[in-house]
C-alpha cells in the first residue's frame, strides 16, 4: 500500500498541481493587460501594458499593473509574452522588467522593433533579453509550451498565443479580429486556430473590447476603399488623421496616395517612428518616393500632396492640433483642405474633437470623419467575430478578458448563446486567481493577489495616492484658500493681519470685502482659542480657522475652496 | 425734387429700417440659446437659455448668454418668446429676467408651468410677467407680430415661430423634429410650416442639432414599441433611466407598464416635479393607480412593478448612481433587475456610464442602452427633415442656428444641396450682427457686439474669469506648493525655516528629502537677493523663489505645482 501523502496545498498554500491564472490587468477596464500563469515553481506572464487614467485622475501620465505578487518569485519566472505592440501592451515594459529580475521577453518582429524603440527613452534600464519569435515557432518555458498564430488586428505581425499546461491547453486570442481582406496583412490564421481547436483545449481567454457590439467587424479593405473614393473625388489637399499605432491604416493611405498620384507626408514623432520601423521590417510597402519629409510639403500643389499624422483624438500636443490651430511649422490649413479624422474617438474626447472640427469648418476647409462614413474600423472582434472564435476553439472554459466587467459579461452571454455551459464561463477579476486542477476542473477562487493602482506622473511610479488624487479633484473644482497668520510667541496675539492667498476661487483683487471679512474671522478665531498664559494647541487653532472660514466662505459663495491655515509662532 | 434726406444711419449708427438678428448664444455651441431681433425701437428675444460647462471648467455650475447689449436698451424690450422648456432654453430665466428690466415673456403652458416651478428656487427676484400662449394664437410686439406653430421635440407643446418684421417674416424653428407618430402628441404641424412657407418667408433659422447624421430622426413610436418588447419579455423588475425632461419618453414607459400591468414609481425630484406638471396640465396621461410612490415598491412583487429615474448620464447626485452604488434608501439592485439607459450618451459622460454598467452586471442585473436596442430617439431633425423643413418653408436665407459651427456649415451644405443659392446661407456666430435691410437682402455683418463667457458657480454670477478658470486647471494637474517665509524686517534674514504646504502634488510626508532639499534652496535665494542694508524689492523676491523652485521641482519630479512663495516682513 503506498504510504499516505500530504497534500500539496497543504505545503504550498495552494495546489502544486493546479494551474494558476492571475490577470493583474485587463480585466476590469480597457488597457493595462497583463497575465500571470503559474504552475508549481513555472511563471509565465502574456503582455506588460499601460492604461489612460480616468477623468477622476488628473495630471496623472498613465496606470501600470501592480506586480507585489511576483515579489520573491522572480527566479519562477521563465518568460514574458508579448501578443503585439500596442501600449496597452507593451507599455509598462520599461517600468517592470528589472523589478521582475529581466526575465526573458518573448514577442514577434514589428513588436520587438516598436518595444526597443521605446526603450531608449529608458536608458538607465537594463537592456532586455528580448527573443523574436516567428508564427511557426513553439517555446518551452518551464512546464509551458507555447504555440503562436496569426490573428488580424490594426498592427501587423500580432498573434494569439496557445498555450500548453500540465493542466491543459489555454488559447489566449491577444486582440484580434477576423479580417479576411486585410490590408498588406494576411488573413488571421483560421486553419490553425482550428487545428488547436481539435486539440482538446482547457480553456479560451478571448478579447472583449468589441463584445456589446451585434454583427462582424469591418474589414480593412472596407475603409481602404472608403479612402480611395475620397482620394478620388477630392481636389484640394488631404489631411488624414488617425492613431500613431494604427499601421494598418497607414498602409491603406499609401496605396491611395501612391494611385492617385499624391505624395504623401507623414508627421507626427511616433507615427513617423512606427512607419521607419514597419517599412524596415517589411511590414509597411512605400514606392521610392511616395514618402516625402513634411518640410517639403509647401514644394507641391495642394492637389498632389496628403498628410497623414497623429491627433485624431485631439491630443493637444499631437500634429493635428498643431495644424489646425496654426502653430504647425510647415503646414497652415489652406482652403477646400479636406481633413479625414481616421478613428473613432475614445471615450472623453468627444467635446474636444468637435471643437477642432468648428476651428477647421473656419477656415473654410471639411471634415470628414466617421459619422459621415466608413473611415475608421476598429480591431476588435464583433459578437459574430466572437461566436466564431468560439466554436473554432471549442473550449472547456471560456474566460473572456479586455474590457470592463459589462463586456465580459456580455462576451460570456454569447459563449452560452452558442451552447456552452453556464457554469464553465469563467468571469474574473483582476488580481483574482482562477484556477485549473489536474483533472481540468476550473474555476475562479476566492483568493486575491494584492493589487492597487501604480500611476506614473512624471518620473514618479506609483508615488501618487488616492489623497493626492481627491486634492488634486478638491482643488480643480472650487481652488483653494490659503490663510497665513504669524503669532508672537509670548503675547500670542497676532502679528500684522492674517495674509490671504488664494487660486481658482474667486479673483482676490475683485472681492475685496469678502477677503477683509474672513481675514475678521480668523482673528476671532485666534483670539477666542489661544490665551497668553497657556500653551497653545495650534492643530487645534488650525483645525478651527479651517472650519470657520470654510463655513463662511460656503454661505457667502456657495463654494468651497480648499481652506489651508498656515500658523507660525515666531 | 424732394430734399436731400440725411440716411437713417447717420443718426443711429446703424440702419433703423433694418432688422438686426443677433444670437448671444447657441451657434458656436450646444445649449445657451438667445437670440435678439431688434427693429428701430423695438425689441424682441427668443428663448434664454443655459450651457452646461466643458471638462475645462472645472467647478462651474453653468453659463448663460451675455446681455451687455441689452443696457439701456431695456425699455425697448417688447417680449421675451420661449419656444420650449428645456434648459438650454430656459435655464437663464431666473438670471437674466430683472437684468433686462423684467418683460413680458410668452410661452405654451407646459413650459410656462416648468419654468414657474424653477423660480420658486429663486424668491429674491422679481415675478415674472408671464403670458400663456395657445399654438392659434397670434402675438404682436411692437413693429413685431409672432405666430406660433407645433413641432415635435423631446418635450410637449414645443413651438416654432414665424416672425413678422417690417423686412420680411423670419421662421424660427426651436428645437424640433418632425414625428408622424408621436406618443401623446399630435405631429408637427406641417400644413401650417407649408402655409407659412407659401408667405414668401426671408430666413429660416433652423436646429442644426443633428445635422450631421443623415436620414430622418427615429419616431418616439418606434421607442415605444421597443420599451414594449422589453417590457412583454422581462420577467424581473425593471429600472428605465432618462432625461428628467424628456416627457414623451415617459409616456413611453407609463403605457408600457400599463399595459403590462406593473405599476410605476417616478423617482428624482426634477422628474417628479415635470411628472406633475405635466399631468396637471393635461400633457401626460396616466390611469388612476398607475403610479406608486418609491417607497411602495417593495410591497410589489419584482415582475409588477417598474421605476422610471433621473441619471442615465451617470450624474453623480441622481437617483440611479444612488440605486447602482447602494445608497438609495427603498431601491436596491435586485438580482434579474433590467436596468435600461433610455437616453443618449452626453459627450463626457460615457466612462463613468460604462462604471455603472458594470456596477450593475458585478450585481447580477443587466443593462440594455442604445448601443444595443433602439430604445432612445434624438428630439431633433436629421439631414432629410431640415431639408423637409427647408422644402416647405422656401425661405430666401437660411440661418443655421443651434450646434457647434461645423455643425451649422453641414446644414448650410443641405441648404446648398436642396437647390439654395450659396450667397443665401448665412452662417453667424455669437455676438455677430445678422442684418435685413428694407429690400429684404440680408448679411452677416462684421459688427460684434460685446460679449463673455458668463459662468455661473454657486451664488456667484460671472464673478470667475478666465484666470481663476486656468488656475483650477493647473491646480488639478500637478497640485500645489505654498512656501512660507518669515523674514525678520531689520536683519532680513529668514526666522526659523520655511515652510512647506502642498496638495496634490506629492505627498509630503514621504517626501521629506524633496521638500528639505527645496527649503535649502529657498534659504539661499532669500540670502542672495537681500541685503540688511538696503530696502527689498519682496515681489522681485517671490518671483526668484517661484522660479527656482518651479525648475528644482521639475527636475526632480518632471511636475509642475503651482508654486506659491508667502513672504512676510515682521
Redesign the interface.
Known amino acids: 500500500m503506498p504510504k499516505i501523502m500530504v497534500a500539496p496545498q497543504a505545503v504550498y498554500g495552494h495546489a502544486k498541481n493546479n494551474l494558476r491564472v492571475i490577470p493583474l490587468g485587463g480585466l ?1 477596464e480597457v488597457g493595462r493587460n497583463m497575465t500571470i500563469f503559474e504552475y508549481g515553481q513555472d511563471i509565465i506572464i502574456v503582455d506588460m501594458g499601460l492604461q489612460f487614467p ?2 477622476d485622475m ?2 496623472i501620465d498613465y496606470l501600470i499593473p501592480d506586480v507585489t505578487y511576483l515579489k520573491g518569485k522572480e527566479k519562477n519566472i521563465r518568460g514574458v509574452l508579448i501578443t503585439h505592440a500596442h501600449y496597452d501592451h507593451i507599455g509598462a515594459i520599461p517600468h517592470l522588467m528589472e523589478r521582475i529580475g529581466n526575465p526573458p521577453i518573448y514577442m514577434t518582429e514589428l513588436t520587438r522593433g516598436i518595444v526597443m524603440k521605446r526603450q531608449e527613452d529608458y536608458k538607465d534600464k537594463q537592456p532586455l533579453n528580448i527573443h523574436t519569435v516567428k508564427k511557426i515557432d513553439r517555446v518551452r518555458l518551464g512546464v509551458f509550451s507555447v504555440e503562436f498564430f496569426h490573428v488580424n488586428h490594426t498592427i501587423p505581425d500580432a498573434v494569439g498565443l496557445a498555450i500548453s499546461t500540465p493542466a491543459g491547453t489555454i488559447i489566449h486570442t491577444g486582440d484580434f479580429k477576423f479580417d479576411h481582406s486585410p490590408v498588406s496583412d494576411a488573413p488571421a490564421d483560421i486553419a490553425k486556430i482550428a487545428r488547436l481547436g481539435s486539440e482538446n483545449v482547457l480553456a479560451l481567454m478571448s478579447d472583449s473590447t468589441d463584445s ?3 454583427g462582424y467587424s469591418l474589414s480593412e479593405s472596407r475603409i481602404a476603399k472608403t479612402l480611395d473614393d475620397i482620394f478620388e473625388r477630392t481636389e484640394g489637399r488631404l489631411i488624414i488623421a488617425t492613431f500613431a499605432a494604427l499601421i494598418s491604416r497607414i498602409q491603406s493611405v499609401i496605396i491611395a496616395a501612391e494611385k492617385h498620384g499624391r505624395k504623401l507626408a507623414v508627421d507626427g514623432y511616433s507615427m513617423k517612428t512606427n512607419v521607419e520601423i514597419a517599412r524596415t521590417l517589411g511590414h509597411l510597402q512605400a514606392k521610392k518616393g511616395t514618402i516625402i519629409p513634411i518640410n517639403k510639403i509647401n514644394e507641391y500643389p495642394d492637389g498632389k500632396v496628403a498628410i497623414i499624422c497623429t491627433g485624431a483624438q485631439g491630443e493637444s500636443n499631437a500634429v493635428l492640433m498643431r495644424i489646425v490651430n496654426g502653430e504647425h511649422r510647415f503646414v497652415k490649413v489652406h482652403k477646400d483642405d479636406t481633413f479625414v479624422l481616421s478613428s473613432s474617438v475614445i ?2 474626447n ?2 474636444t474633437v ?2 477642432i ?2 476651428t ?3 477656415k473654410d476647409a ?2 470628414i470623419n466617421y ?2 462614413m466608413d473611415v475608421h474600423a476598429g480591431g476588435h472582434a464583433r459578437q459574430e467575430d466572437l461566436k466564431m472564435m468560439i466554436n473554432l476553439i471549442r473550449p472547456k472554459y471560456l474566460i473572456p478578458i479586455h474590457g ?3 463586456m465580459l ?1 456580455l462576451h460570456g452571454e454569447l459563449g452560452v448563446s452558442v451552447g456552452m455551459d453556464p457554469r464553465n464561463i469563467l468571469i474574473g477579476e483582476n488580481g483574482r486567481v482562477i484556477e485549473f486542477d489536474y483533472r481540468g476542473n476550473g474555476k475562479v477562487t476566492s483568493e486575491k493577489v494584492p493589487l492597487s493602482n501604480i500611476m506614473v ?4 511610479v506609483g ?3 488616492q ?3 481627491r ?10 484658500f ?1 490663510i ?1 497668520v ?1 503669532i508672537d510667541g509670548k503675547t500670542k496675539k497676532i ?2 493681519k492674517p ?1 490671504v ?1 488664494s ?5 482676490v483683487k ?2 475685496f470685502d469678502l477677503v477683509n471679512a474672513t481675514k475678521k474671522k480668523v482673528e476671532e478665531v485666534v483670539a477666542q482659542k489661544t490665551s497668553p498664559d497657556a500653551a497653545v494647541n495650534w492643530d487645534y487653532v488650525k483645525n478651527n480657522i479651517r472650519e470657520v472660514v470654510g463655513q463662511y466662505l460656503y454661505q ?4 468651497r475652496p ?1 481652506v ?1 491655515p ?1 500658523v ?1 509662532e ?1
Do not use: C, S, W
Open positions: 476590469e480616468d477623468e488628473p495630471g456589446r457590439t451585434p471615450p472623453g468627444e467635446r468637435q471643437g472640427m468648428d477647421i469648418y473656419r471639411k471634415v459619422h459621415m470592463n466587467y459589462f459579461k506622473d512624471g518620473l514618479g508615488d501618487i495616492g489623497v493626492v488624487l486634492d488634486r479633484q478638491l482643488l480643480a473644482k472650487d481652488g483653494m490659503v497665513t504669524i502679528i500684522g495674509q492667498t487660486r481658482g476661487f474667486i479673483f475683485e472681492n457667502k459663495t456657495e463654494r480648499m489651508l498656515v507660525i515666531v
